[in-house]
């Protein structure tokens, strides 16, 4: 139930057999041909660059029983998030790993989490159609959001904290209000799972893509589309979130391409490729504390770095045994988390 | 930054034409909209005072401490305090981070209003009923109170009892006494605009506490004072029904225009805004008792006098099919479709993703720095904080569409 250190996990959280895990993680999407994008790409890895990203493991946290779908930084950077197929949240302390608190409720697999703006509550989404909403400390239910009618996959708080989207698999994104833990608004968003919802830093749009292949910005306060961007070959995008100044986005794809979009422009502006992300999803991230990186995850268990500017890969990370499903960069120091499939989470620091 | 995808024809034109929603938290008798338009304050006539928060349209803080019906509200520049006055004779300022009493200030006599300073939230003007108007500060800890003059400064004879301060037996031998009924702070603080029962407007210094510049407007009171934006312009209400728009510049008071309201609505408010004045006025059934604007979108709130209910006025917009494609656009009238030149070729698959890839090459893109976009409110404003209790779970919802 504790952290380990370096030396090697001692494990039996790492084989996760299909039957325990809810049904979308072998096989949310069905038959993708790999296009023939990947199979050209030739990912430069620049070694001459003097200001490349050296991350190395510090610490290895076990004691999910399941594989761990989404890691997450705390907002004031202190606390570290984890959400498994296990059906508990565990809360770790950022600096050393340590151990601190599991919280349990959820009827089924938990696919999403998301930190209140002042990091006392976390929200999650899971499997068994809810939406709840905890007190960190006491890991106390506060609210239960039900109206989903599928499986809830994706979960997000407003920079003000008073709502919280959430997509689903029922094809909507649902608004709520927190206090009184009601649902403000449902948007008709695709025709195909929500794999994922995030707000802007001002909290007055929100985006979501689908498996659908499609990614759709909405304005908050009236829920109308305002904008829908989709790449030519239609495959199924596994997530989305803003930059950290809200100019653009940043999707990842099933046929293994991470892209940065202007949604001004409307259009990509930036590809990143040389990973493997064909079945599951692989949040990708920025990373901003010294130098700017997109972060991702990948289905041979390791971890990419991408320059933002050039799209060279600057670094690889290996560690894991299975699919890296979640990574998540620290607000301000160079810290990254990374989680998968083996139900094991990493802390990578660079110094 | 949604600004930055809406369509700005859309937005400019529209009046708030559509009741979109109604409060029901007690009987409201007064309501003020935070700098930024987020927060609704509702002043209840059983001395609560209710934030409501305008993006979920839920109540974020109830305020009681007060015992009798609230007379008026005034927020903070920042948008984190509030201070009411109310029929019991005191002036609470409230600090809305968790809802506690910064100060309590009581008075000697019954308060007509009472506004804080745009820029410190410790120094506040109250307008009394049998008193001189009193300007109150509190900032370092102690409270002191100010009296300020309710009589015009006269220009022509009397010089030698041309006392800017106090003295209302010098005054009344020369004219009838009068009272100040409303007094509030010019935009950038400087001044206090004061209007009195017999019609006077007194322009006082809040420095030196001398009134600067009188001026008769009219001969009924002056009920209510409100600055533009700007703060170039000002709107008077009258107890007769009978609004003048007033545009002081180079402190050449002079009237501009006269609105007649066409109903006699004797209590009622006005908010500054040339165009729109009588919208609310065909639409409600009873008498409107407070009328506000929201400062940053179009939308109007008020408050009716039969059940305090209050009323939100917004504009519908609706939806634009053309966003829900990526090459969807909406045009005026039919557009001949030209082809290009390459619009049938046939580019195998690699070499036309290839080409996509170096096209990004060029692209320089900044993902880090925030930059401010024309039309929104950039100012820091306070966001008062979700307390959720954990006795008050078993808040079960069910989807309410």
């Known amino acids: 139930m504790d952290k380990m250190d370096l030396d090697g996990p001692a494990d039996s959280s790492g084989d996760t057999t299909d039957s325990e895990l809810p049904s979308h993680y072998g096989n949310a999407v069905p038959d993708i041909s790999v296009t023939k994008a990947s199979a050209n790409a030739k990912p430069v890895v620049a070694t001459e660059r003097t200001d490349l990203p050296k991350y190395v493991l510090q610490f290895v946290l076990e004691g999910h029983r399941a594989g761990v779908t989404t890691v997450k930084f705390s907002a004031d ?14 809360i770790w302390h950022a600096e050393n790993g340590e151990y601190e608190t599991t919280i349990e409720g959820h009827g089924r697999g938990i696919n999403d989490i998301a930190w209140s703006p002042d990091s006392n509550m976390l929200a999650s989404a899971s499997d068994d159609k809810t939406v709840r909403i905890w007190n960190v400390m006491s890991g106390r239910i506060l609210r239960t959001l039900r109206g989903h009618t599928n499986y809830a996959y994706s979960v997000d708080f407003n920079p003000k904290g008073n709502l919280i989207a959430s997509g689903s698999f029922d094809e909507s994104i649902k608004i709520w209000d927190v ?20 707000f802007t830093r001002d909290g007055t749009m929100i985006v979501s893509c689908s498996h659908d292949g499609q990614i759709r910005l909405w304005d908050t306060s009236t829920g109308q589309c305002l904008k829908t961007l989709i790449e030519d070959n239609n495959s199924p995008v596994s997530c989305v979130r803003f930059s950290p100044n809200g100019k653009y986005l940043l999707s990842g794809t099933l046929d293994s391409a991470v892209r940065l979009w202007d949604y001004l422009k409307g259009r990509c502006v930036k590809t990143y490729q040389g990973h493997k992300n064909e079945k599951f999803i692989c949040v990708p991230t920025f990373s901003i504390t010294r130098g700017v990186w997109v972060v991702s995850g990948s289905e041979d268990g390791r971890i990419f770095f991408w320059d933002v500017q050039t799209k060279e890969v600057v670094q690889v990370l290996d560690g894991h045994k299975d699919v890296v499903l979640a990574v998540d960069a620290h607000p301000t120091k160079n810290l990254l988390v990374s989680a998968g499939l083996d139900g094991v989470v990493k802390i990578w620091i660079e110094r | ?53 305008f993006e979920t349209y839920g109540i974020a803080r109830v305020l009681r401490g007060h015992t009798r019906s609230v007379q008026s509200l005034s927020w903070s520049r920042d948008g984190r305090y509030l201070l009411s006055s109310s029929r019991d004779w005191k002036c609470i300022l409230w600090d809305l981070k968790d809802g506690s009493r910064e100060k309590t200030v009581r008075f000697e006599s019954a308060i007509w209003g009472a506004e804080l300073h745009p820029f410190n939230h410790q120094i506040f003007i109250a307008a009394l009923l049998d008193d001189s108007p009193t300007l109150v500060d509190f900032s370092d800890n102690t409270i002191r109170k100010h009296l300020l003059s309710s009589a015009p400064l006269q220009k022509d004879d009397e010089e030698e009892e041309e006392e800017g301060f ?189 080409r996509k890839l170096d096209q990004e090459d060029d692209d320089e893109v900044d993902v880090v720095t925030i930059e401010r976009v024309r039309g929104e409110f950039s100012e820091e404003s306070f966001v008062i904080p979700v307390i959720l209790d954990e006795d008050d779970e078993t808040f079960d919802s069910s989807d309410s569409d």
């Not at chain 2, 600004?3 to 708030?16: G, T, V």
């Not at chain 2, 545009?247 to 109903?263: A, G, L, M, N, T």
């Not at chain 2, 709130?301 to 494609?325: E, N």
């Open chain 1, 77 to 90: 950077g202190r606390w570290i998030a984890t959400s498994s197929a296990d059906k508990t949240i565990k």
């Open chain 1, 179 to 198: 206090k009184r833990g009601v649902c403000l608004r449902t948007l008709p968003a695709h025709s195909d799972p929500v794999s994922a919802v995030h």
């Open chain 2, 1 to 53: 930054m949604n600004l930055l995808l809406s369509d700005p024809f859309a937005l400019s034109q529209e009046y708030p034409e559509n009741l979109t929603h109604t409060l029901n938290y007690g009987h409201s008798t007064c309501i003020k909209f935070n700098r930024k338009g987020d927060y609704l304050a509702s002043g209840l006539i059983d001395g609560t005072v209710v934030v409501f928060d």
């Open chain 2, 166 to 354: 106090q003295d209302g037996d010098v005054r009344e031998r020369k004219q009838d006494k009068q009272s100040t009924l409303v007094a509030t702070f010019t935009r950038s603080g400087q001044y206090i605009f004061a209007g009195t029962s017999k019609g006077w407007l007194n322009v006082i210094d809040s420095e030196t506490l001398q009134t600067v510049r009188s001026e008769k407007l009219t001969t009924s009171n002056i009920k209510h004072i409100c600055f533009s934006i700007s703060g170039k312009q000002t709107i008077r209400l009258y107890h007769t029904p009978d609004l003048t728009y007033v545009d002081p510049v180079d402190w050449d008071i002079d009237i501009v225009h006269r609105f007649q309201d066409v109903v006699n609505r004797l209590h009622s408010n006005g908010d500054y805004d040339a165009h729109d004045i009588y919208i609310w006025e065909t639409t409600v059934g009873s008498l409107i008792v407070d009328v506000q604007w929201d400062p940053n979108r179009t939308l109007v709130a008020a408050t009716g006098l039969d059940h305090g209910t209050i009323y939100v006025w917004a504009t519908v917009t609706p939806q634009r099919w053309s966003a829900l494609a990526p090459d969807f656009v909406e045009v005026e009238e039919n557009v001949e479709y030209e082809e290009r030149e390459d619009e049938f070729d046939i580019i195998p698959d690699a070499v036309a993703n290839k």
